[in-house]
């Protein structure tokens, strides 16, 4: 037998466990939710910034493509990789673009980039598939291209003072 009896709890110690139940569970509740779409959003707003970045990655030098890339640091705060892996990026990306290997290098820092933000996200591609598989008509290469220099030459023409430009009056009918 055991001469230790369990010593009874007071029935008002039990109500007040009860009420406090009742009172905080649903707090709980609700404040677990909240923190669970939290992160739920956190996540999507990363899976949005690396689908960019993977539908512009052919278009490294537009618009979208420099805005996604610009976000890394505060979207990714949270993974010490991916923001070294943006700084390397970004430190390339100040070096003097005519050095030998510098495109390679390029193509290289983007394409861990892209690996360690898919893997962090689920999706592990290789790098072979992030450097080649991309689909790029050769339509769009030349219209980009001819924008680039028709954009090129009409600087070079304002800035050289060879457009000129005459108005006319039109003749009397």
Do not use: C
């Amino acid at each position: 037998m055991n001469s230790n009896p369990v010593p009874a709890v007071p029935s008002h110690f039990m109500e007040w466990i009860t009420i406090a139940a009742l009172v905080l569970g649903p707090i709980l509740a609700l404040l677990t939710q909240r923190l669970l779409d939290a992160i739920r959003e956190h996540r999507n707003t990363q899976k949005k910034l690396y689908f960019q970045l993977m539908s512009t990655r052919g278009l490294f030098n537009s618009q979208q493509h420099v805005e996604a890339l610009n976000s890394i640091d505060v979207i990714f705060s949270d993974s010490h990789d991916i923001r070294d892996s943006w700084k390397r990026l970004l430190d390339h990306l100040s070096t003097i673009p005519h050095a030998e290997n510098w495109q390679d290098r390029l193509t290289d820092l983007r394409v861990d980039l892209y690996r360690l933000m898919g893997l962090k996200l689920g999706y592990d591609y290789t790098t072979d598939y992030l450097k080649r598989g991309i689909y790029f008509p050769t339509y769009h290469q030349n219209y980009y291209q001819n924008q680039d220099a028709i954009n090129q030459g009409l600087a070079d023409a304002l800035k050289n003072g060879v457009l000129k430009v005459t108005l006319i009056e039109p003749a009397a009918p």
